[in-house]
Structure formats: structure tokens, C-alpha cells
């Protein structure tokens, strides 16, 4: 009987077909989130007018859709750490794909808000399931690329939703677009086939077949078979496994976790709905106002990608994170004064990089923090609590359009960009699961002795 200590496995694995399979599946369906998160804003004109809405009706429908998104991370990242990642991400697939279909059948408003809500639950328990497995299996030179490269596809998705609804609601209606979001469900069979559950459930239950063929997906020039003695530092998880976030020292991170995401999430909510609004009264023309935001989402692409391969060459998602918070300051500064378009422009992909990149870098940086058997736990709720508060943007961006001036409207930004330099300076690293603990330094809680 041989000691294999799973984490140095997965640590010092190169990137392979493995880890690919993971990133491409996760990514399609992180799309399909962001495409659903955004198509209601393409749609909303056409709903107003068939079913006699008020804007205040209108908004209300879509405050539900992302209550049921924050509820969903919280709930289904709790019970994922319970009965397992895979299971959980199928079912919420399952669940977001037939209510979104679902939606496109709807009579009235009630009905269509109903749909709405249970398709956030579903979209909700994706996010923080797939961030955990992504992260689990992630090799150590790439931990910090692999999960915001996945979390690309959320602004690719919103420009998707942009592009179905302007190529669809004028010929097929409104309810066509909710059909291509079902899309998902046929993804079901690959994400049975080829993603994996988390390694510390294996262990946990003594799945221990499942978790040599695993290993030798990771490792193709080793065999492991369920013999072999398998090794990992396994926290004692509770009952209730939110509880266990507050053991170990990690209760004040994880307060600094469910304050940053609110921010956050707030100001993006904010800066998504009235971006153009916000221009146009700076006096920019709406045509211009448009492209602004796919510069922004452009900028999103590119900062997560830039700033997660540097954390893994000059150490760690910290530091990139607040450098990108307080670049996203400054910049949001400068955008209050009218500029010319290259400056602009420049401008705008330096606040999508620092806004939308570090939102994407911040996933896995706290996904990071907590043991993988708590991982998904850790995620789901402080994206839960984020998208709960952040249901609050789009009328605090309304409060803001009452300002005096557009460049009011950025500084108020600015100063929201700062208070996650704070939150995420006062993060106590030293208790976090950033670095896989070897045998050799710490005793290994093995369910299998003997």
C-alpha cells in the first residue's frame, strides 16, 4: 500500500486534457449565467408594452430573478459540501435550463416572475459549485489563471444576450430568447461524463476507486489504484457547514469576504444599469454611450486574464486585487472630465479591468481562502449575500442620476472603489487554505488508516 498525498498531486500536475475539459464546460456554463442575467434588459420594452407594465413593475420582476440568485448561491453552496459538487451543479443546470424555457410559455406577469425566480435559484448554485471544482483540481502554477479565465464567459454572455435579442425579438418575439437559454440542458451528459466530484467528498465518503481514476486523469504517467493509501489535510467540518467558515480563525476573514462582495457587486450592478445614462448626461451621444460598455466588458476580459496569470507569476490575488481597486479609483476619478475619445476609451477598459477583472479575480481568491471541503460553502455565500445587496445598485445608481454633475456620479464610484482595498487589506491570509499543506508539515486527517 502506497501514501499518495492527493494535494501534491493535483499541485504539481501540468495543465492537460483534464484541467481543459473542467475550464471549457465551466466556461459555457458561466455564458449561459451571464447570458441570462442580462437578456431581461433586452426584453423589458417588449413585456411593458404586452402586459401594460409600469417601469416599477417591470423592475420588481427582475429584483426576484436575482434574490433567487443569491438564495440559490447560499443554499445550493451549503448543501453542495453536504451531498456533493457534480450533483449539486447538474441539478441547478437542470433547474435554471427548464424554468428558463419555462419562461418563454408564461401568461402574465406572475407566472413569468415565478419562472424568473426559480431560474435564479438554479443560476445561483452553479457559480459557486463549478468556482469550487475549477479551484479543487486547478495545478498550482495555474490556480490563479484558471477560474477567472472561466469567469470570462460572464461578460461574453452579456454581449451574447445583447446579440440574441437584437437578432430574435424582431422576428421571433421576445419569448425566443428564453428558448436558446435552455440551452444548457444539454450539457448535462458532459458534465456527468467528464467533471469529477471534489476530491476531499471522495475522501470523505471512502470513494476511493473514484478517486484513483481521478488522480490518473490528473497524472497520466502514474496509476493509483483503490489500495493505495490516500493522504489529505482535511478540516472537521460541522453540521452546519457555514459554522465551520467562523472556526479555525477564519470568522474575521470571512466577515471582510461578505462586506467586499456587497460592495462590489453593488457598484457593478450600479455601473451596468446607468453607464449609458450616466454619459449622456456628461454629454456623450447615445451611440457613443453604447460602445462604451462594450469597451467596459472588453476591459472586464482582459483584466481577469492579465491580472490572474500575474498573481501566479509575482504571488498571490491580493495584491493584484487592490491594485486594481485603487487603479479603478483613479480612473473612475478622470471620468468625470470630459476627455477625447482615445483617452476616454482608455479610461473605460482601465475601469472595466479594475471593476469587472477584479470582481472575476475576487471568486477565486476567495474560493482559495477556506479548505476544499468548506470550499463551496465559503463561495456561495459570500456571492449570496453580494447579489442579495447588490439587488440595491440599480436604484442607488437612480439616486445618483439626481446628482449635480456626471463627474458626482464617478466619484461616487471612486470612493466605493476604495473600500475593498480596505476589506481585502485586513484579510488574514495566514489562516486561509492558500497554500496545500504537504504531510511533511502537517499531520493528515486520513479516513482510511491501516
Keep these: 500500500m502506497r501514501n499518495i498525498n492527493v494535494a501534491s498531486v493535483i ?7 483534464f484541467h481543459f475539459w473542467i475550464l471549457f464546460l465551466g466556461f459555457l456554463l458561466i ?44 443554499f445550493f453552496g451549503v448543501l453542495a459540501d453536504k451531498i456533493g459538487r457534480k450533483h449539486i451543479t447538474m441539478i441547478c443546470v437542470l433547474i435554471y435550463s427548464v424554468f428558463t424555457s419555462l419562461a418563454a410559455f408564461s401568461y402574465g406577469p406572475t407566472d413569468f416572475t415565478i419562472y424568473r425566480f426559480l431560474t435564479g435559484l438554479g443560476l445561483g448554485g452553479v457559480m459557486p459549485n463549478i468556482l469550487a471544482l475549477m479551484t479543487d483540481y486547478s495545478p ?42 435552455a440551452f444548457p440542458i444539454i450539457l448535462i451528459p458532459a458534465v456527468i461524463k467528464i467533471i469529477p466530484e471534489s476530491v476531499s467528498f471522495l475522501l470523505a465518503k471512502g470513494r476511493y476507486a473514484e478517486l484513483a481514476k481521478v488522480l490518473a486523469r490528473i497524472d497520466t504517467s502514474r496509476k493509483f489504484t483503490k489500495e493505495d493509501k490516500f493522504e489529505m489535510a482535511i478540516s472537521k467540518v460541522a453540521r452546519m457547514p457555514v459554522i465551520t467558515l467562523f472556526r479555525e480563525h477564519r470568522a474575521f476573514s470571512t466577515m471582510m469576504f461578505w462586506t467586499v462582495f456587497p460592495v462590489v457587486m453593488l457598484m457593478l450592478a450600479a455601473i451596468g444599469t446607468w453607464l449609458p445614462t450616466i454619459m449622456m448626461k456628461g454629454g456623450y451621444s447615445l451611440g457613443s454611450s453604447l460602445t462604451f460598455v462594450i469597451v467596459l466588458n472588453t476591459g472586464g476580459i482582459l483584466g481577469s486574464i492579465v491580472g490572474g496569470r500575474f498573481a501566479d507569476k ?18 473612475f476619478v478622470f471620468l468625470g472630465y470630459k476627455m477625447n475619445s482615445l483617452v476616454l476609451d482608455l479610461l473605460l477598459l482601465v475601469a472595466g479591468a479594475c471593476t469587472m477583472g477584479a470582481q472575476t479575480l475576487l471568486l477565486p481568491y476567495v474560493a482559495q481562502f477556506y479548505p476544499s471541503e468548506i470550499r463551496a460553502t465559503g463561495a456561495g455565500s459570500a456571492i449570496g449575500i453580494g447579489r442579495v445587496v447588490g439587488i440595491a445598485g440599480p436604484v442607488l445608481g437612480g439616486v445618483l442620476m439626481a446628482a449635480v454633475s456626471f463627474r458626482v456620479d464617478f466619484l461616487a464610484f471612486a470612493i466605493a472603489s476604495l473600500i475593498p482595498v480596505i476589506t481585502l487589506g485586513l484579510v488574514r491570509e495566514k489562516y486561509g487554505a492558500y497554500h496545500r499543506i504537504s504531510s511533511k508539515q502537517n499531520p493528515i486527517a486520513n479516513p482510511r488508516e491501516g
Design 11 to 17: 499541485d504539481e500536475t501540468k495543465f492537460n486534457v
Design 140 to 181: 498550482k502554477a495555474y490556480r490563479n489563471t484558471l477560474a477567472p479565465l472561466m469567469f470570462c464567459g460572464m461578460p461574453l454572455g452579456a454581449i451574447l444576450s445583447a446579440v440574441m435579442g437584437k437578432i430574435l425579438i424582431a422576428s421571433l418575439g421576445w419569448k425566443s430568447v428564453f428558448v436558446v437559454g
Design 31 to 74: 455564458v449561459f449565467d451571464g447570458y441570462d442575467c442580462y437578456i431581461y434588459g433586452a426584453i423589458v420594452p417588449a413585456i411593458m408594452k404586452q402586459w401594460s407594465l409600469k417601469p416599477v413593475q417591470a423592475g420588481a420582476i427582475n429584483t426576484y430573478a436575482v434574490a433567487g440568485m443569491g438564495f440559490g448561491a447560499v
Design 314 to 331: 509575482r504571488g498571490g490575488l491580493r495584491k493584484v486585487l487592490i491594485l486594481y481597486f485603487v487603479l479603478g479609483a483613479v480612473s
